[in-house]
């Protein structure tokens, strides 16, 4: 049987169409974003850069007289140093057109750069690529960072919930919360839904909801929201919402 070799990808770039390859769909953006090659990146920066210092001094001091080096010495570097920066762009703009994605990023980065080769600015076309390609690892650093923020975040998600119906401690789904309910919160437990603190003081750590490190000394007729980690001393909270309503 013929392996099926064709994948969808969904991408949050709107291309929706289909490629045989999973991280590269031509539509100017690298999906691979949750593993960054940090050694494909720091060679194209470090021997990228290198020949690109190196060609420029030696363009400048043939110009100047310092040095007497054949044109095509310098031009040797600056085109290596175009090739390993600029190559995996070029390639990418090159899909986006067969994809009928022309104008992405890629594609004008490579025009501007080969537009600087054509009227002899070498230093300039491959400074754009360099300074690219720095900027693109920098963007794939920060989406992997916010997806694993909203990883994290998604990990908040309640399991059970201890609660006093009756007189008696009991385990239920959060779900099964009803709004009235009291929640018991120990030291060390999140909030799974937003209440009102009846009994108890606690130091509250919200930095999931707000970002803000410090925690926040709550006490009773305090509002409490899910997603936030009781940090000592335990409280009995009321809820005040229902599971599918939380914060």
Do not use: W
């Not at 190196?54 to 600056?78: D, H, K, M, Q, W």
């Amino acid at each position: 049987m013929e392996e099926n070799k064709h994948t969808n990808c969904d991408c949050d770039c709107g291309c929706g169409h289909e490629h045989h390859h999973g991280n590269d769909c031509g539509c100017g953006h690298d999906h691979a974003h949750e593993e960054i090659n940090k050694k494909d990146f720091a060679f194209k920066v470090a021997v990228g850069g290198v020949l690109l210092v190196a060609g420029y001094i030696l363009s400048e001091l043939t110009e100047r007289g310092v040095l007497s080096v054949p044109n095509f010495v310098y031009l040797i570097c600056f085109g290596i140093s175009y090739l390993i920066m600029g190559f995996g762009i070029i390639k990418e703009a090159v899909e986006g057109i067969i994809h009928g994605d022309v104008f992405n990023e890629n594609f004008l980065m490579s025009i501007a750069s080969l537009g600087a080769f054509a009227v002899g600015e070498y230093v300039e076309g491959c400074a754009v690529m360099f300074l690219f390609t720095i900027g693109e690892f920098l963007q794939s650093l920060a989406v992997q960072k916010s997806r694993k923020s909203i990883k994290d975040m998604l990990e908040l998600k309640p399991q059970e919930v201890t609660i006093i119906r009756d007189g008696k401690e009991i385990t239920v789904s959060p779900e099964a919360v009803n709004v009235g309910d009291i929640m018991i919160i120990r030291p060390g437990d999140k909030l799974d839904i937003d209440g009102v603190i009846v009994e108890g003081n606690a130091e509250i750590d919200m930095k999931a909801l707000t970002g803000e490190s410090i925690p926040v000394s709550k006490g009773e007729g305090d509002q409490v929201l899910a997603g936030s980690v009781n940090l000592d001393g335990a409280v009995n909270v009321k809820s005040t919402q229902v599971y599918n309503e939380y914060t």
